[in-house]
């Protein structure tokens, strides 16, 4: 795994304002979706432990330690720097089983055939770039983790804007946010937003872009 790290430049917002929209305007955009905080090393109540992913069983030591929501130094944890991204986001479908890539994950997933081959435990969806909106206010965030709960609601995630969760519990929650996420719109523990993927270039300079997550 390598993490690339990306200075925050002082360049325009927008690359090419018009150019940007039309590419976010490709996905659906989801509204009014529950959003919950959970964070690399939480100890959940039930479920896997979150010192490992879905997609990574080293997350916690990839990542530096435990993002703690209750110590921080601004948005980042305060006990140490993250070696990746700390603005991720956790949706729930899984491209891999235990037998690797799922046979119907190419056609299901929309950016599929953009993406250079991958072998068949390496996830399609790790690392992909979300838009989460609250509020009038923007936040970007790689997808790094599976849930809230369901594994594999393809439906919704992939789905139209109108697509809702499967999830019943948390207020039918539909998205996982990191402390930094959470922080930068005000979520706190549970609020509604709005998301939707967003390729790398529809991605401006913040917070989010200072530590990328990178290819595998």
């Not at 959970?38 to 479920?47: D, I, L, N």
């Not at 992939?158 to 996982?176: L, Q, S, T, V, Y």
Request: glycine content about 8%; some cysteine.
């Amino acid at each position: 795994m390598r993490t690339r790290i990306v200075p925050i430049l002082t360049l325009p917002l927008a690359l090419s304002a018009c150019n940007r929209l039309s590419q976010i305007g490709a996905y659906p955009l989801h509204h009014d979706i529950t959003a919950t905080c959970f964070w690399v090393g939480e100890k959940p109540q039930k479920g896997a432990a979150n010192g490992v992913s879905a997609w990574d069983q080293k997350w916690q030591e990839h990542f530096g330690g435990i993002d703690d929501p209750a110590h921080r130094d601004g948005l980042l944890p305060a006990a140490f720097r993250p070696r990746q991204n700390p603005f991720y986001v956790a949706l729930p479908y899984n491209d891999l089983s235990k037998d690797g890539r799922k046979p119907d994950a190419a056609r299901i997933i929309p950016w599929a055939s953009q993406q250079p081959a991958r072998g068949k435990w390496q996830s399609l969806c790790k690392d992909h770039w979300v838009r989460i909106i609250r509020n009038n206010q923007t936040c970007y965030a790689q997808w790094e983790d599976v849930g809230p709960f369901e594994t594999d609601d393809a439906a919704y995630v992939f789905g139209p804007a109108n697509a809702a969760p499967r999830n019943k519990e948390n207020h039918n929650a539909g998205i996982d946010v990191s402390p930094a996420v959470s922080a930068y719109l005000h979520i706190g523990g549970m609020a509604k937003v709005d998301w939707q993927f967003v390729t790398p270039a529809d991605v401006p300079h913040g917070p989010w872009t200072a530590i990328i997550t990178g290819d595998h």
